[in-house]
Structures are given as C-alpha cells and as structure tokens.
C-alpha cells in the first residue's frame, strides 16, 4: 500500500509539474481560472487501489467517489483529468475502470465523453 501512495504522489507531482511547463498561463480574463490540474487528480489519489490492475474491489470506496462527484462539477478539471487518462506515466492503470469511474461513483455516464481516446 506504501508502494502504491508513492506512485500516485510521483504521478500527482508529474501531472502538476507538466501541466504547468507545457502550456503558458491564459491571460486573466473576468470569468477565467486557470484550472489547478494537481489538484483535480489528487483529490482522486484515493481511487489507485480501485484502478490499479487486477483489484479485488468491486466499488471505489466512497472517498474517492466525493472526489470524482467534485471534479465532475468542473469542466476545466474533467479537462484536466481526461489529459491525465491519455498519458503514459509508466503506472499501470486499469483505464477501463479509470474512465468509468464517474459511472462506478453514481454520476454522469458522459463525464468523459469528451475525453480523445488513445
């Protein structure tokens, strides 16, 4: 379990840090935020025992459904958390699982809808 929270934290500091170096910031605007990625995707750290290959659990636990449920609330952060989905961190994610989260957690069935596939 250690094993997996440093992998997740190595993949949340990876997915700050490139999202931050690879595009510039947008011009402040009077209803634009810039999304904060890392925090969209940590507040999903607790979802990796669900989506990590060949998990025994059968539901995310309901922690990581309130994190899926608040990101859902955003466009900018479902924005955030499809990039995360479509790169190779060198992690082993279950993507079926990743991707069905919003519907494991009682959501929308479209949150990713938008996502590119890969």
């Known amino acids: 379990m250690a094993r997996i929270a440093l992998v ?7 997915l700050a840090s490139g999202a931050a170096a690879q595009a510039p910031a947008p011009a402040p605007g009077p209803s ?8 969209a995707v940590s507040s ?5 025992a ?3 290959p060949g998990s025994a ?7 990581c459904c309130d994190g899926v449920k ?4 955003s466009p900018a952060a479902v924005q ?7 790169k190779d961190y060198g992690v082993p994610l279950n993507m079926t699982r990743a991707a069905g989260l919003p ?3 009682g959501g929308d069935p479209a949150a990713f809808s938008k996502c590119n596939s890969k």
Do not use: H
């Open 8 to 14: 997740a934290l190595a993949v949340i500091l990876a």
């Open 32 to 39: 634009s935020a810039a999304p904060d990625c890392g925090a």
């Open 44 to 48: 999903l750290i607790v979802c990796a």
């Open 50 to 52: 669900y989506v990590q």
């Open 57 to 63: 659990q059968s539901t995310p636990p309901k922690p």
């Open 70 to 73: 608040a990101a859902m609330t």
């Open 80 to 86: 955030c958390l499809c990039d995360a989905l479509g």
């Open 103 to 105: 519907i494991a957690c």
